[in-house]
């Protein structure tokens, strides 16, 4: 079993809605899934538990307003967590070009930067390609979780 933090960036709601289908099917299976929609620096210092990055990528290639205050705040403070498990969902539509899904990549940099530990490779969702996020995510949640420390 898992106790897990959703860190959720989202404009249109579609990395929330899927954050929410994540906690929804893993809560029967006993896990503690705990989703922030609107998450502050101590949602994530204050606990070790493993963070999962769910957020989609707005501008070019920047992170949603949900999500750009407490990246910015970590990017400011760099508050060291070494060892501490994450994961990244990142939604994102490859018609941009070199932008496709950035802003998984600046909280790949940002947590790595803070020492933490990435688990699995980051999720990169293609609106182009997948109509329904959830059913990419929730395998790859499962593969996730399986892998965590
Ligand atoms: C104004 C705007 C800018 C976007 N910029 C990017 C981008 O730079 N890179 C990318 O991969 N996707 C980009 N997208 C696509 C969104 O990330 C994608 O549609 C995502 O599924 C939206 O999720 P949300 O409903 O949680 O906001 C952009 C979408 C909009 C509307």
């Known amino acids: 079993m898992a106790a897990i933090h959703i860190l959720v960036g989202s404009v249109y709601g579609g990395a929330l809605l899927t954050a929410r289908e994540i906690a929804k099917q893993l809560a029967p299976e006993g896990h503690q ?3 922030l929609e ?3 620096l101590s949602d994530l210092t204050q606990t070790d538990e493993p963070l999962l990055v769910c ?3 707005t501008g070019q290639g920047e992170l949603p307003p949900t999500l750009l205050p407490v990246y910015l705040e970590l990017k400011d403070l760099l508050p060291l967590k070494p060892g501490r498990p994450f ?3 990142v939604l994102g539509d490859s018609s941009y070009g070199d ?3 950035g802003a998984g990549t600046l909280m790949e940099e940002v947590f790595q930067e803070m020492c933490a530990n990435q688990v699995g490779e980051t999720l990169r969702i293609d609106a182009l390609e997948t109509t329904d996020p959830i059913d990419e995510a929730l395998p ?3 593969d996730w979780i399986r892998q965590l420390p």
């Open 33 to 35: 899934v705990v989703v």
């Open 38 to 40: 609107n998450p502050e």
């Open 55 to 57: 957020t989609s990528t």
């Open 87 to 89: 994961g990244v969902i």
């Open 99 to 101: 932008t496709f899904c």
């Open 140 to 142: 790859w949640v499962r």
